[in-house]
Nanobody, 128 residues
Framework: QVELVESGGGSVQSGGSLTLSCAASDYTETNYALAWFRQGQGREREGVAC???????NYSDSVKGRFSISQDSAKKTFYLQMNNLKPDDTAMYYCAAETPTYAYCPGFEENIEGFGYWGQGTQVTVSS
């Protein structure tokens, strides 16, 4: 049973930075897509960033140039570095994982349902 656990959320002022981590236990797949999604209050869940097993990354337009997704395969952990945060980035952030059979990074924003493994979420609050 794969378990994803996020950490690193918190409250920052506009323009600040945070790094989220997602630790994956018992994840033994060699081909995968790892992604970050977020859901603001009253909003639908949306894709933020995705990285696949060969290191290719995809970002939503709203975070491109400000956020960076990376992974440490040895630690089975992936990260979301968030810079120049804005109040609109306030949301619950979730990490997700899946094999390419069901989800992959190109188009990940339109395939939220394809990701079968999810963390519990970590709150990010950005004040103006």
């Amino acid at each position: 049973q794969v378990e994803l656990v996020e950490s690193g959320g918190g409250s920052v002022q506009s323009g600040g930075s945070l790094t989220l981590s997602c630790a994956a236990s018992d994840y033994t797949e060699t081909n995968y897509a790892l992604a970050w999604f977020r859901q603001g209050q009253g909003r639908e869940r949306e894709g933020v960033a995705c990285i696949d097993s060969d290191g290719t990354t995809n970002y939503s337009d709203s975070v491109k140039g400000r956020f960076s997704i990376s992974q440490d395969s040895a630690k089975k952990t992936f990260y979301l570095q968030m810079n120049n945060l804005k109040p609109d980035d306030t949301a619950m952030y979730y990490c997700a994982a899946e094999t390419p059979t069901y989800a992959y990074c190109p188009g990940f924003e339109e395939n939220i349902e394809g990701f079968g493994y999810w963390g519990q979420g970590t709150q990010v609050t950005v004040s103006s």
